[in-house]
């Protein structure tokens, strides 16, 4: 009789453990795809029913510019719970965000002992894991040498007007090619 308890006790205790362990973070975030239209007004509405969580998905996802998302681009959306308790953790959670962003291009850096990149290596790396270095490559709806989305570039598909919008496109979003580059090694994308 007292093996049985014994293993009694022990299946109800690996049980609890079980399930104890296989329990969901109830504070799980939720990633959404940008779709065409979205702003990060709509996504605000869609997850908290008004505006109050744009400037923290803005931060939550390193967008520098909130005006300017793209569709295809995922963003990490907070659940309700995290956003009723980020006023108290939110500006040091911010400063953490961007030291890191900040960070970045040093902590991405390739473990043999190479230079840090500068704006035209960076720039030159972008463009030949996207395009082969190439201003006529395409890919459905991207164009050129840094596979822009071809709504950007609005029809003048030239060397000249896909530099400048490049350019244009890393300086709002990430501020640097540096830092482009870094997503782009964190995410296989920039």
Do not use: C
Request: aromatic share 10%; hydrophobic share 40%; glycine share 8%.
């Amino acid at each position: 009789m007292k093996s049985l308890k014994t293993i009694l006790l022990a299946t109800t205790l690996t049980a609890g453990f079980g399930i104890f362990m296989g329990t969901t973070d109830a504070h799980a975030d939720s990633l959404y795809t940008v779709k065409s239209g979205d702003t990060l007004s709509t996504i605000s509405h869609q997850f908290s029913g008004d505006n109050s969580m744009i400037d923290l998905i803005a931060k939550d996802n390193n967008i520098s510019n909130i005006n300017m998302i793209f569709e295809g681009e995922q963003l990490t959306i907070r659940t309700a719970d995290e956003v009723a308790q980020a006023p108290v953790q939110q500006e040091s959670a911010q400063q953490a965000t961007q030291a890191a962003v900040q960070e970045t291009p040093v902590a991405a850096a390739p473990v043999a002992q190479e230079a840090a990149p500068t704006t035209s290596s960076a720039k030159e790396w972008i463009a030949q894991k996207e395009s082969s270095g190439s201003y006529g490559a395409t890919n459905g709806k991207y164009i050129g040498r840094y596979q822009l989305d071809a709504s950007y570039l609005n029809g003048d598909y030239s060397e000249a007007n896909q530099e400048r919008v490049a350019d244009s496109y890393v300086a709002g979003r990430y501020g640097s090619w540096e830092a482009a580059q870094a997503f782009w090694m964190a995410n296989g994308w920039y």
